[in-house]
């Protein structure tokens, strides 16, 4: 079954620690990949995307997640940390067999010690 | 601000009472997609529309659900017969056709609480 897979459920650092979030999925052909953040109380925001091209995609806020499809994983990396990065992520698939419909992991959140 | 619009953003019901909640994707989106989320959990697909017509819906959305979207423009998804399992946060999500490179936006969310 396609599915999506974040390893950690709850991750805590300090301002300026370097983070990195697990993510795999499923294989199941050809995808896109995809990073979703919720800061609290705010709605979903795309962090970034992967469609083609280089597996090292940049996004915002300093943010960027690097594609292995041998290992069929999309860590996020950030190399230093704020206090305003508190907020669940949410890694993301669209596999192109399945047309438009997004599976999404379960969600890690991060919290971040002043 | 010319995001994706949902109503109402909170809704309290009792069991067995019918809801409708409303999305108004961004103006030129011609896809548009329901989610259901869960408290812990990531958002898990219910349906998806591509300008009027209903073309995938998840084993989730069962028979006291219907959505729709009439003209192409805002949808409306109806739950029946409301059951305690339907407390969760329903999202909306629109994206402009690009074959592969189609992404989506998302809504803030209809908090529904079934009592």
């Known amino acids: 079954a396609q599915s999506v897979s974040q390893h950690n459920h709850h991750v805590i650092l300090s301002e300026a620690a370097s983070l990195e979030l697990g993510c795999n999925y499923s294989?199941?052909?050809?995808?896109?990949l995809f990073w979703y953040v919720q800061y609290p109380g705010q709605h979903l925001q795309l962090l970034l995307k992967?469609?083609?091209?280089?597996?090292l995609v940049k996004g915002i806020k300093g943010f960027e997640a690097e594609f292995i499809k041998s290992k069929f994983s999309f860590n996020l990396r950030k190399p230093s940390v704020q206090w305003s990065d508190t907020a669940e992520y949410f890694c993301?698939?669209?596999?192109?067999?399945?047309?438009?419909?997004?599976?999404f992991g379960s969600g890690t959140r991060l919290s971040i010690r002043p | 601000d010319t995001g994706v619009s949902q109503n109402p953003r909170h809704k309290i019901t009792k069991r067995g009472q019918n809801v409708t909640f409303r999305c108004d994707p961004i103006?030129?989106?011609?896809?548009l997609y329901w989610y259901r989320q869960t408290l812990g959990q990531g958002p898990e697909f219910l349906t998806y529309?591509?300008?009027?017509?209903?073309?995938?819906k998840s084993r989730l959305l069962s028979d006291r659900f219907s959505a729709e979207r009439p003209k192409g423009s805002f949808s409306t998804l109806e739950i029946q017969r409301t059951e305690q399992g339907d407390s969760a946060m329903y999202l909306c999500?629109?994206?402009?056709?690009?074959?592969?490179?189609?992404?989506?936006?998302f809504g803030p969310g209809t908090r529904l609480t079934v009592l």
């Open positions: 103006s030129e989106h011609n896809r």
């Open positions: 992967y469609f083609s091209g280089d597996p």
């Open positions: 999500a629109s994206s402009l056709e690009g074959g592969s490179t189609d992404t989506q936006y």
């Open positions: 294989y199941g052909g050809t995808v896109n």
């Open positions: 529309f591509q300008n009027e017509a209903q073309l995938e």
């Open positions: 993301a698939v669209n596999y192109y067999s399945s047309a438009s419909k997004i599976i």
